[in-house]
């Protein structure tokens, strides 16, 4: 199983971008999705999660930022508006996945990170 992660980039504060994150491989089905962010000289957090329809933002993205996923592509995405300089940071993919190989085991998997500067 590979989670591969678009690219990200840098951005204008205020500006927007959007992530995305395809699974692929012996895929039997993917519990949660979620995306973390990681700054430099800090622990890796949780930005936005979800799983069986809910979903849930960490404070400081409430608002701004949308998680969403497509399930026909095993795909979730992460739109990012209003962006800060403070939301700098690698993003990594996060994915609960059983596989087709052992469907009763949910393994974590991880996107190879992204990296989103906001700058001007």
């Known amino acids: 199983v590979q989670l591969v992660e678009s690219r990200g980039g840098l951005v204008q504060p205020g500006g927007s971008l959007r992530l995305s994150c395809a699974a692929s491989?012996?895929?039997?089905?993917?519990?949660?999705m979620a995306w973390y962010r990681q700054a430099r000289g800090k622990q890796r957090e949780l930005v936005a999660h979800?799983?069986?329809?809910?979903?849930t933002y960490a404070d400081p993205v409430k608002g701004r930022f949308t998680i969403s996923r497509d399930n026909a592509k095993n795909t979730v995405y992460l739109q990012m508006n209003s962006l800060k300089p403070e939301d700098t940071a690698v993003y990594y993919c996060?994915?609960?996945?059983?596989?087709?190989?052992?469907?009763?085991?949910?393994?974590?998997?991880w996107g190879q990170g992204t990296q989103v500067t906001v700058s001007s």
């Open positions: 491989g012996s895929i039997f089905s993917i519990n949660a």
């Open positions: 979800t799983t069986s329809g809910r979903t």
């Open positions: 996060y994915a609960a996945i059983s596989t087709t190989q052992a469907k009763g085991v949910i393994v974590p998997y």
